[in-house]
């Protein structure tokens, strides 16, 4: 009897799932290790090589090198018959092992969505997943099975040209995004043909950068790193993202690309991440820049030994890694690792059993970006959802379809920066403008009419900055005075002046940092003209990050923050200014009302002499020539409706091993259904290291129409009120907590509770 008892113990333990091996895995575990056991050390390091084709290296240099067993990944490639030529050469190796197609895939890939930072100022998590959805659905169709995203850096300073890759300044909504992506491009198995691998990026806090100037030095404490910057990555990596991107920047005087401990100590050892670590694009030549190598081997010998997988752009990794292993000054135990971590992953996208996956010869260029492949009504939907209302003096919006409208301005009919930067494989000719979707809208496009009314900028260097690489941003070429002449005009004739101005799209990119973030001259010149005809006047902002607008803004009588929308950019600028939709995005980052004020965000930490306390501010906290509150705070955006939120606590003690639940009392007040974002943020009021003043842990939106009122529930649990204490413990302390629950991040409303000791 003892026997049978003792034999059901062990048969039920190994039995759950917790020591139970897992078929696959030992299967998977036996075929890399017969590949390898067959691979030379040249072929494996091919495997770690990610290529483009362009320049010298012609796609039929390319090709040799696939069948060469030379190169384990392509990237920029997205038209066929080349990606199923590339298959089949790879397919004629020396072992056979396909390649895997890489792209940047960060708003959409066909179809354009709103810039990230956009896509954030929604607070809406099925906004989030419908993105990722399509975008996963359309690359794949196209035979990719990589994208270089999500861009899940925190971002607080809006001089940094990247911000509008991001999701904004905040650890929690940005988190929220990141594991969202990941789990709706990559699915539940890497195995569906419709799944696309992640990679998190860029590893680590690429958004920190110092003076937000582009490739600038990082410097942070280990504590606000692990609680704060840190934090998105793990999210996705937790979410399961099979790849990460290292940054550009250096790490506490560390490169990135070279960070030991940021690489293997972290990110593989603390974290657990079993995924491949993908350098950026020249990155390992740019250890030679840092002055942390020698010459290009000795990067490619710290590179490796740092803990990077697979080398972007690859230039050295064939020429130096056998030769180092030859001289004994790297392992091939190393090598073996890094190539194991692409071939673990190749397998699990099923690229070893069909890897022709979503290949098709056939598939001709036009066809691949035909109008017809494209999700309009996905876009557009997430594109009116991003729209935030900063103004609406006299409830001038929604306007009436019969009105005269006078559309201005240089981005108003811009089919290009619409789509805004890094807009993957969207077509402009495809785009609809907010002059175009305004026409759209209305049952007599001849109430339109349209002025150009100003170049975006009179400064020839920026002509010749955006249009560097071809031309990407118009300018025109009349005087000044006459273009604006003609903008005045057209708003006399008309009822209702809307203006569109901002950036261009080349603007808000990768390399574009800023030190002013003003309007350009030429844009001021032309408000203040609009503004003098007595017309009223809305002004929509064209993005990719906060503005300093306060002029503007006092200016306007509506104002608009459109950022950069998408293919459906212009149809849903129409939707919200006529009514169709009624807008309920937020600021996904404090807008500043200076640039002197920068970094300006809401979780700041407390301070021993808080801003205005005594003495008129003096002696506190503060500027004596400048508010210390932004312009826009994080979390803030109008509706046309009014809403009110009250909240209650469940009780006002918890045990670490409780939970409370938070009631959210929400009252449409006015007289449009629309829905409102609520927010819940929590501060802890003493502990044994100064915590901010607030920190947003949840939202959730809940739609009510006129008078209607409802609920939202949240629930405060023990491991939200955890933190990086002064012995770098991640604990939650006992003590006294304030919850404030409300529209947007100032709001003051609170309650409070006491955790309880254990």
């Not at 594991?179 to 680590?204: G, N, P, Y």
């Not at 920190?208 to 582009?214: D, H, I, S």
């Not at 293997?264 to 991440?273: E, K, S």
């Not at 809403?643 to 939970?659: A, C, H, R, V, Y």
């Amino acid at each position: 009897m003892l026997k049978k008892l003792v034999f059901f113990f062990v048969f039920f333990i190994f039995s759950c799932p917790l020591f139970a091996q897992n078929p696959n895995d030992e299967e998977k575990k036996v075929f890399i290790d017969n590949l390898l056991s067959k691979m030379t050390i040249k072929e494996k390091v091919g495997q770690l090589r990610l290529i483009s084709v362009g320049g010298d290296l012609t796609l039929d240099k390319v090709l040799d090198q696939i069948e060469a067993g030379e190169i384990g990944g392509i990237f920029n490639t997205v038209v066929e018959p080349d990606l199923s030529r590339m298959q089949e050469r790879a397919l004629r190796s020396p072992n056979q092992i396909p390649v895997y197609f890489g792209f940047d895939i960060v708003h959409g890939h066909r179809t354009v969505f709103p810039i990230n930072l956009g896509i954030a100022a929604t607070w809406d998590r099925n906004a989030f997943a419908k993105v990722a959805e399509v975008s996963a659905d359309e690359a794949t169709s196209d035979g990719l099975n990589v994208t270089w995203a999500p861009m899940v850096d925190i971002t607080r300073d809006p001089r940094w040209g990247r911000v509008s890759e991001g999701f904004g300044e905040d650890p929690y909504l940005a988190s929220e995004a990141g594991r969202i992506f990941v789990e709706k491009m990559q699915k539940q198995s890497l195995a569906d043909k419709k799944s696309l691998v992640t990679t998190v990026k860029h590893f680590a806090l690429y958004g920190a950068v110092e003076a937000g100037r582009e490739y600038n030095s990082t410097d942070m404490s280990e504590r606000k790193m692990f609680q704060e910057y840190l934090v998105p990555y793990k999210a996705a990596i937790d979410a399961g993202s099979r790849a990460v991107m290292v940054a550009l920047v250096s790490v506490n005087g560390i490169p990135a690309t070279a960070n030991h401990w940021l690489l293997t100590d972290v990110l593989r050892n603390q974290w657990h991440f079993d995924g491949v670590v993908v350098s950026d694009h020249g990155a390992i030549r740019e250890l030679i820049n840092h002055g942390v190598a020698q010459d290009a081997k000795d990067a490619v010998r710290i590179a490796i030994k740092a803990g990077i997988d697979v080398s972007m752009n690859d230039e050295y990794f064939l020429q130096f890694l056998p030769e180092l292993v030859d001289e004994g000054a790297i392992s091939e135990d190393l090598i073996n690792q890094a190539c194991r971590h692409v071939l673990e992953l190749k397998y699990d996208m099923g690229l070893f059993k069909n890897p022709h996956r979503n290949l098709d010869p056939n598939f001709d260029i036009e066809t691949m970006f035909a109008n017809d492949r494209l999700h309009r009504t996905e876009a557009r939907d997430v594109a009116r959802r991003s729209i935030v209302l900063l103004k609406n003096e006299n409830n001038l919006l929604p306007l009436d379809k019969n009105k005269k409208i006078a559309v201005i301005g240089p981005l108003a009919d811009s089919k290009r920066d619409i789509l805004g930067s890094w807009s993957g494989a969207g077509r402009a000719n495809l785009a609809v403008t907010p002059l175009q979707g305004i026409k759209n809208a209305i049952a007599n496009p001849k109430l339109v009419s349209y002025a150009w009314g100003a170049n975006l900028s009179d400064d020839p260097n920026l002509d010749k900055f955006l249009n560097l690489y071809g031309e990407s941003s118009k300018f025109d070429k009349r005087p000044a005075n006459k273009m604006i002449a003609e903008a005045v005009a057209q708003a006399k004739k008309s009822d209702v002046v809307v203006v569109f101005v901002g950036e261009a799209q080349g603007m808000a990119h990768e390399s574009s940092s800023r030190t002013d973030l003003d309007l350009q001259a030429s844009q001021k010149r032309l408000i203040k003209a609009l503004k003098a005809t007595g017309k009223p006047l809305i002004i929509a902002l064209m993005n990719g990050r906060p503005l300093t607008v306060k002029e503007e803004y006092q200016q306007a009588d509506a104002m608009l923050e459109t950022w950069f929308l998408g293919t459906e950019g212009g149809n849903a600028v129409a939707d919200v200014l006529f009514g169709d939709y009624n807008p309920s995005a937020k600021l996904p980052m404090s807008f500043p009302d200076n640039v002197g004020q920068i970094p300006v965000y809401y979780s700041h930490l407390k301070t021993g002499r808080p801003h205005g306390t005594v003495n008129m501010g003096k002696y506190t906290t503060s500027y004596f020539d400048s508010p210390n509150e932004p312009l826009f705070p994080f979390g803030f955006g109008l509706s046309y409706t009014d809403f009110t939120i009250d909240f209650s606590l469940s009780k006002t003690e918890m045990s670490p091993n409780g939970e409370i639940e938070v009631i959210a009392n929400v009252e449409n007040t006015g007289e449009r259904e629309g829905a409102q974002v609520v927010q819940f943020y929590l501060q802890d009021v003493t502990a044994s290291v100064s915590r901010p003043v607030k920190e947003l842990i949840g939202f959730e939106s809940i739609t009510l129409k006129p008078h209607e009122k409802g609920q939202v529930k949240f629930v405060i649990k023990y491991d939200m009120l955890k933190f990086w204490n002064d012995k770098m413990q991640y604990v939650a302390e006992p003590g006294k907590f304030n919850v404030f629950v409300g529209a947007d991040s100032t709001t003051k409303d609170k309650q409070t509770f006491t955790l309880l000791d254990n």
